[in-house]
């Protein structure tokens, strides 16, 4: 069985900095592109940032230099580092893993909420 659990989420002032954390378990993590989503109510989910099996990341050009997706292989954990936050990026946080073998075959966790007061 699949599971991509998120935590981490929370209320954070503005300015401040969070982490979220995504636990994989039932898949061979190394094979799996990582990233997180984000979703805000009437809006479609957007990819925040990205990291390939070998440690290659990509982000939205509005989190570049704020945030830093991170992975550890070892204990099947994707991690982002949210820094200086603003009132913007208040959403609701998603972990996906994509297969590499295929590019078909992705998972999602079920979010960890993100607010960030002003």
């Known amino acids: 069985q699949v599971q991509l659990v998120e935590s981490g989420g929370g209320l954070v002032q503005s300015g401040g900095s969070l982490r979220v954390s995504c636990e994989a378990s039932?898949?061979?993590?190394?094979?799996?592109?990582m990233a997180w989503y984000r979703q805000v109510p009437g809006k479609d989910r957007e990819l925040v940032a990205r990291i390939t099996t070998g440690g290659g990341t990509a982000y939205v050009e509005s989190v570049k230099g704020r945030f830093t997706i991170s992975r550890d292989n070892a204990i099947n954990m994707v991690f982002l580092h949210m820094n200086s936050l603003k009132p913007e990026d208040t959403a609701v946080y998603y972990c996906?893993?994509?297969?590499?073998?295929?590019?078909?075959?992705?998972?999602w966790g079920q979010g960890t909420q993100v607010t960030v007061s002003s």
């Open positions: 039932g898949i061979d993590f190394g094979l799996y592109v």
């Open positions: 996906n893993a994509k297969n590499v073998a295929d590019w078909v075959t992705d998972y």
